[in-house]
DNA sequence: TTCCAGGCAATAC
DNA sequence: GTATTGCATGGA
């Protein structure tokens, strides 16, 4: 059952390296030291909460807004006016929930200090689902959890590789079975996916 | 104009 | 327990 690795190859020679996640509106592809700072990693989070069924070009406009009125960070954001945090992300749509959801977040990102969460420590949290969850421990936390969106069940049920009714971690369980446990493999591999999605 | 994008929670059955 | 619905913007 190597056909997930060879997906991953035939993905790989086609869009090549991705370098996700984007930090300030840049991609590093081949470089899988991100974050460098508390400041990049608490980007990628919010980013993950505000792409939630959201393409990225909306999301990249809120992150701008937010880095303008100086909201990159945690205890800004609780400290922020509603009205004004919720101008900034409008762009990335579902505002009243995703301001909401940042603020819960950036709570549990301070009480956090700099301990890397628990699956379980995310999901628990008002607007952290499956993905938001596994997207923010891999890429902001490099964490080997490997990310299942809607385009990683599409392209798998073409390729008959799952069944229709195939459940979140089901899918998730397949890719991590398949694969050499690195972050470094699933952050490319999630990229890939949703690219080959987009086209 | 309609449709959908890197979901999630609340509600209905 | 599974299915449906509300949340909202911007671009194709």
Redesign the pocket.
């Given at each position: 059952m190597d056909r997930i690795r060879r997906l991953y190859d035939e993905l790989y020679t086609k869009y090549g390296p991705q370098g996700?996640?984007?930090v300030s509106g840049r991609y590093h592809p081949d470089d899988y030291s991100y974050p460098k700072t508390k400041k990049q990693r608490f980007e990628?989070c919010i980013?993950?909460?505000l792409?939630?069924?959201?393409?990225?070009?909306?999301?990249e406009?809120a992150l701008i807004n937010l880095q303008k009125n100086k909201l990159f960070d945690a205890k800004k954001i609780l400290d922020a006016d509603e009205d004004l945090l919720k101008a900034c992300i409008?762009?990335?749509?579902?505002?009243?929930?995703?301001?909401k959801?940042l603020g819960i977040f950036s709570q549990f990102f301070i009480a956090q200090n700099k301990k890397i969460p628990l699956r379980d420590q995310l999901?628990a949290?008002?607007?952290?689902?499956?993905?938001?969850?596994?997207?923010i421990l891999l890429?902001a936390y490099m964490q080997p959890e490997f990310?299942v969106?809607?385009?990683t069940k599409?392209i798998l049920l073409k390729r008959k590789l799952i069944n229709e009714?195939a459940?979140?971690d089901e899918i998730k369980k397949l890719f991590e079975k398949n694969l050499p446990k690195k972050f470094e493999l699933y952050q490319e591999f999630?990229?890939l996916i949703?690219e080959e999605?987009?086209h």
């Open positions: 996700w996640w984007p990628i980013g993950a909460i792409t939630q069924n959201t393409n990225w070009p909306n999301v406009k409008r762009s990335a749509g579902y505002y009243n929930q995703k301001a959801k999901l949290l008002w607007g952290i689902g499956p993905e938001t969850a596994d997207s890429y990310v969106d809607a385009y599409r009714n459940t979140y999630h990229a949703v999605g987009k």
